[in-house]
């Protein structure tokens, strides 16, 4: 199973499919897969050893917290701690946006002073995949820290290296040509504070 490419139809995806990632996510594995902006490297946002790979096979400098993909506002508040005032900002943004607030529940590793950078998913794929997940997901772009996204996830060897062992399954739906990921908003001060656009 590791290293295997399953080609995906985004309207029609197979359930077996979904349900062999989700056995993976939950066993510690790391996944590529596609979201709303670039493709994502993923794991369980719960889980500090799958989230070590994440570190060592991108080279991230450590501190740095990733995003985090929830189910919806019941999983969401399972994981973070937000206000009616700041949950109307998330309902009414309408463009891929990560939210930063306060965290909970979460591995150290997933965080960054106490908080995290989270997102609602509204990808068909990851929507499909948390019927069979019941806990948050990891979803940085899949490159090395400081380089542009994988267009083309078939050829995470060529970009990850030895690394590469490391990713148990990529989810292919197409070349993403996308270059930007999703925009984040920080929650945590009196007002929004955009961190990118």
């Not at 400098?61 to 993909?69: E, N, R, Y």
């Not at 997102?119 to 490159?143: E, G, Q």
Request: aromatic fraction near 8%; include cysteine.
């Amino acid at each position: 199973m590791r290293g295997q490419v399953f080609k995906v139809n985004i309207r029609r995806p197979e359930r077996d499919i979904i349900q062999k990632t989700a056995r993976i996510i939950k066993k510690g594995g790391l996944v590529i897969f596609p979201t709303e902006t670039v493709y994502g490297l993923g794991c369980d946002a719960t889980n500090p050893l799958a989230i070590l790979k994440i570190y060592k096979i991108k080279g991230r400098p450590a501190g740095k917290a990733f995003p985090i993909l929830v189910k919806d506002f019941k999983m969401l508040s399972e994981y973070a701690i937000f206000n009616k005032e700041q949950k109307n900002i998330m309902v009414h943004v309408k463009t891929p946006t990560n939210f930063v607030l306060k965290a909970k529940n979460l591995s150290p590793l997933a965080m960054q002073n106490r908080t995290a950078a989270f997102r609602i998913s509204m990808h068909p794929w990851i929507k499909r995949l948390f019927r069979y997940l019941d806990k948050p997901l990891i979803a940085t772009s899949a490159n090395l820290s400081g380089q542009k996204p994988l267009s083309d996830p078939r050829k995470y060897h060529e970009v990850f290296g030895e690394k590469a062992e490391l990713i148990e399954a990529v989810i292919f739906y197409g070349i993403n040509r996308k270059k930007k990921g999703s925009r984040v908003i920080d929650l945590t001060h009196e007002k929004p504070v955009i961190l990118r656009k």
